[in-house]
């Protein structure tokens, strides 16, 4: 009969945590995926608008008209400032996330080889055990038949 892996609770716990890593992982993915279409969005929408202001400028506006189109560009190009910082603290997250993750991994695999051993050394004391017995018998039956 094999030992069980002593590490094997150590092993279990790496995979939950390298599980919990790639999920981790994906969230921060698609947290970054999110953030960059919305840059794209208002940088689109702030484009689409200006030109409706220079459209808007060569048929003439009032004072008001202006300073509201100038004050809506304004708070858009906040916005994108905004987003930007956004994009830039999801993709350092991002990153880390990824260093997280290859530490997991690495971590794991570790745990995984030594695992690996476990079985291979128990699997070779087996083998051993059963030579032994098989050589045993072998030995008792020549006895038997030299006795005869």
């Known amino acids: 009969m094999s030992k069980p892996f002593a590490l094997q609770t150590v092993l279990d716990l790496m995979r939950q ?18 953030a960059d ?30 300073r509201n189109f100038q004050d809506f560009l304004r708070r858009l190009d906040e916005a994108i400032e905004q987003q930007r910082e ?5 993709r350092r ?12 991994q690495v971590k794991l695999k570790a745990m995984d080889t030594l695992s690996l051993r476990h079985r291979e050394a128990e699997s070779r004391k087996e083998l051993r055990q059963e030579q032994k017995l098989v050589d045993e018998i072998a030995a008792r039956q020549h006895k038997r038949d030299g006795d005869s």
Do not use: C, M
């Open 17 to 34: 945590r390298a599980d919990e890593a790639t999920s981790q992982l994906a969230r921060l993915i698609a947290s970054e995926k999110d």
């Open 37 to 66: 279409a919305k840059l794209k969005l208002l940088a689109d929408y702030r484009e689409e608008y200006a030109l409706r202001f220079q459209d808007a400028a060569r048929e003439g506006l009032a004072p008001q008209q202006w």
């Open 86 to 90: 956004v994009v830039t603290r999801s």
């Open 93 to 104: 997250n991002t990153a880390q996330g990824q260093d997280a993750w290859r530490a997991q």
